[in-house]
């Protein structure tokens, strides 16, 4: 049973145009929920995440959006830069995150930021 | 937040050999934890690697198959043992930052398995 869910594999974005990447969880008892970012033949780097009290926050051109009501949230990104082209991962723990209560990813989309 | 080196960033093996990976954070940290993920798939929690005890598996894997070492608070190894093609994955160690910045990962290891 997935309890993150990103059902978009890919995206392709204009640069200079907004990305909307999605995602869907299960798990009402989740706190947090962060997004990363993964080049090829690198680690996923962390990019923003957002308390499960908050339904936005913002740095920079990243905006992460949560709507508890509907279990799901979107990460935007504005302006879209060739940079920006990578796999995302969409991800949520709960307050403890100890072992019991790991880091739940989703199975990533793949951003393509067209010239 | 933590440096992790991890090593090697990728490899072609035979069958039925073993590979070890290994990381090391540039900080002490408790707890590290070795991911996989399988193409087109999420990234999926093998174990938890706590200094001075044994490594606590997730569901469908046991240390037979992927042994692990933490010898002390700043290295780890994981070992993929008698390697089969369904073990080709990137394997990633990681450390926990706490639940504002999840964890921090290592470069990962491309494994391929003739």
């Known amino acids: 049973d997935q309890q993150v869910k990103q059902n978009s594999p890919s995206l392709s974005v204009q640069e200079g145009r907004i990305s909307i990447l999605n995602c869907d969880y299960t798990?009402?008892?989740?706190?947090?929920f962060l997004w990363y970012k993964k080049y090829p033949a690198e680690g996923p780097t962390f990019l923003i995440s957002?308390?499960?009290?908050?339904d936005k926050n913002e740095d920079g051109r990243f905006t992460v959006f949560l709507n508890k009501s509907a279990k799901h949230l979107s990460l935007h990104i504005v302006p879209s830069q060739p940079g920006d082209s990578a796999v995302y991962f969409c991800?949520?723990?709960?307050?403890?995150?100890?072992?019991?209560?790991?880091?739940?990813f989703g199975k990533g989309t793949r951003l393509h930021i067209l010239p | 937040s933590a440096v992790i080196s991890q090593k090697p960033s990728r490899d072609i093996c035979q069958r039925g050999t073993s590979l070890t990976i290994q990381c090391q954070v540039d900080s002490q940290v408790t707890m590290m934890f070795w991911y996989r993920q399988q193409p087109g798939q999420s990234l999926t929690l093998i174990a938890t690697?706590?200094?001075?005890?044994?490594?606590?598996?997730e569901s469908g894997f046991v240390i037979d198959k992927f042994p692990i070492s933490r010898p002390n608070l700043t290295f780890s190894t994981l070992t993929v043992s008698n390697m089969s093609p369904e073990d080709s994955s990137i394997y990633l160690c990681s450390v926990a930052r706490g639940p504002n910045y999840g964890y921090t990962f290592g470069s990962g290891t491309r494994l391929t398995v003739v």
């Open positions: 798990n009402s008892m989740f706190d947090y």
């Open positions: 991800a949520a723990t709960t307050l403890n995150m100890n072992r019991d209560d790991k880091i739940i």
């Open positions: 957002i308390s499960s009290i908050k």
């Open positions: 690697a706590n200094q001075g005890s044994e490594a606590t598996y």
